[in-house]
């Protein structure tokens, strides 16, 4: 069984423009969420994705927004890219709502000049 | 708000020894779950160790277990018999019971030295 699959693993961009990260969860799973890691603020919570709908949201400005599709694959968006944006963004898979193993992937290192 | 304590950003231990990584959280609920996870330079977070707090018993698989002092909200991590590829950052984590989010810890780097 294929694990979670991020794509790009790797992004550079400039200050202003926006991206996309997409993110394919475990086959059979259809909750995802989506993670910010950075030296300084460690792993913090982006949203949740379950069904096609927002579950939970962190505390990220709105330029942050993201999607679920029916196949249950994820996108997340970040418009006006600021330098502060530069991180991993880690993308992980649950069978459903209420079950508490996740499973993430490798994720997507993004780098704003 | 929940949060995830880990004091100590570096650790090293030789191979074949064993380590014990610190983690401590605050919460006012009274079922959650904790977990460890282990990042490598791959940077793929695994899931190392799961603890149902209703639990009273101490969770393990294979060379790692914890130790789970709910009444102090402790959660420490003991890998046996250290090998090289557990060399990686180790992040402790808390679920409140429900749909939520995971809470991290800051992380601890653990090297394995040969």
């Known amino acids: 069984k294929a694990g979670v699959t991020q794509t790009p693993r790797y992004l550079i961009k400039t200050r202003g423009q926006q991206v996309t990260l997409s993110c394919s969860p475990i086959s059979g799973h259809r909750s995802v969420s989506w993670y910010q890691q950075t030296p300084g603020q460690g792993l913090q919570f982006l949203f949740e994705y379950f069904s096609e709908t927002q579950r939970n949201k962190g505390n990220f400005p709105g330029r942050f927004s993201g999607r679920q599709f029916s196949n249950s694959r994820s996108e997340m968006n970040v418009s006006t890219l600021e330098l502060g944006d530069s991180a991993l963004y880690l993308c992980a898979s649950r069978v459903s709502e209420g079950y508490t193993e996740a499973f993430f992937g490798q994720g997507t290192r993004l780098t704003v000049v | ?114």
């Open chain 2, 1 to 114: 708000a929940q949060t995830v304590t880990q004091s100590q950003p570096e650790m090293s231990v030789q191979e074949a020894e064993t380590v014990t990584l610190s983690c401590t959280y605050d919460t006012s609920e009274s079922n959650y779950y904790l977990f460890w996870y282990k990042q490598p330079p791959s940077r793929q977070m695994i899931l190392v160790i799961r603890q149902e707090a209703y639990k009273q018993q101490n969770a393990t698989e294979n060379r790692f277990s914890v130790n789970f002092q709910k009444a102090a909200k402790s959660f420490s991590l003991k890998i046996s018999d250290s090998q090289l590829g557990d060399t990686a950052m180790y992040f402790c984590a808390f679920m409140k019971q429900g749909n939520t989010p995971l809470v991290f810890g800051k992380g601890t780097r653990l090297s394995v030295i040969a």
